[in-house]
């Protein structure tokens, strides 16, 4: 069966004369911001116009653009190789069971992974051509968000369904909606912060801080599941690491506006570290890539809360062979 994986992602600018179109295009998703039109339209072009000075700043400080689109091929790279070798396993362990089947070529059973971001290119509507052309017979969505969340997972998954239905894209069609509590995605967390957390305790005992993108508790109060699976998520990565009496906690970053969002946030429980005198393990859990809101906000707005030598910041999973390996058994 010829299949085409799509790597659903956020998306975002990849020059700082993008920054207002892109977040047009995100305070414009009705999954962001729940207004019917042309309510969301004028608010979305009022948000980006007011917020592009602030994020000019912050992309300026990382190259002037966002690396996004850059771990996310990368990903989509190593994804397509670790389908392709378990391809071949899989034919060399089938023709050495029943010698009388003929040999399935890996290039029948699978074919290709494609990038689509929600914001920025590449669009689904660019994405879908590519897919056209190649004529799979099934299409697997599967959003790099570990954690389901309607503004992030549903909102990918229903433009990409849009998409592929004003295109004539017709084909099966399966989805992932969530893989927070995937063993290999809870081995990979646990690897990378176990090297940090032995780092940090030649200094003192350390405090791990699991930092997931915070939402609107509006959003939580219509039964979006985001927050409990980041606890179950956070739960599994501390089980794993079998760290006796670990002081560990989660908290939300990257809240906008007025309104109550998930908490505690990562920046007071920063302040409740520096108050502590421990050192601080920070582990990105809602986040598989980097981008403005790791190698800024986290790096270096929330770094310089912490006592010089005392923060560690443990990187996003992007291509660890333990997540791709994730990644690679839900498309199987």
Same mark, same amino acid.
């Given at each position: 069966m010829k299949k085409a994986v799509i790597l659903l992602n956020l998306g975002g600018p990849d020059s700082l004369d993008a920054i207002r179109p892109f977040l047009f295009n995100l305070f414009c998703d009705?999954?962001?911001?729940?207004?019917?039109?042309?309510?969301? &339209?004028l608010l979305a072009k009022l948000i980006s116009s007011k917020r592009e000075k602030t994020a000019r700043e912050i992309y300026k400080r990382i190259g002037g653009k966002s690396p996004i689109l850059e771990n996310t091929k990368a990903q989509a790279e190593a994804l397509e190789q670790e389908i392709n070798k378990l391809c071949h396993q899989s034919s060399l362990t089938l023709g050495s069971r029943n010698k009388n089947l003929a040999p399935v070529s890996?290039?029948?059973? &699978?074919?290709?992974v494609f990038v689509c971001m929600r914001y920025w290119h590449l669009f689904a509507s660019e994405v879908v051509e590519s897919v056209k052309q190649l004529d799979p017979e099934e299409v697997i969505l599967l959003p790099l968000y570990p954690q389901y969340s309607t503004t992030t997972t549903l909102s990918s998954i229903e433009n990409w369904q849009k998409h592929a239905r004003k295109h004539g894209l017709k084909c099966s069609t399966k989805i992932i909606n969530h893989y927070y509590d995937n063993k290999n995605f809870i081995a990979a967390h646990a690897s990378l912060i176990a090297k940090h957390y032995k780092l940090a305790s030649k200094i003192d005992k350390p405090r791990v801080l699991f930092s997931a993108h915070s939402l609107p508790l509006s959003v939580i109060k219509k039964g979006d599941p985001y927050a409990k699976q980041v606890e179950k998520s956070a739960e599994l990565i501390v089980k794993k690491l079998a760290i006796k009496d670990l002081d560990w906690s989660i908290c939300y970053q990257s809240k906008i506006g007025p309104v109550k969002w998930l908490e505690p946030s990562t920046e007071s429980e920063l302040l409740r570290a520096k108050m502590d005198d421990v050192p601080v393990v920070l582990s990105p859990i809602s986040f598989v890539s980097e981008h403005s809101e790791t190698l800024v906000e986290l790096d270096i707005e929330y770094k310089a809360i912490i006592k010089d030598g005392y923060y560690f910041r443990v990187p996003t999973l992007r291509t660890d062979p333990l997540f791709i390996k994730c990644l690679a058994d839900l498309c199987a």
């Open positions: 009705k999954r962001i911001i729940n207004l019917p039109n042309p309510f969301r &339209f890996c290039v029948e059973k &699978f074919t290709k």
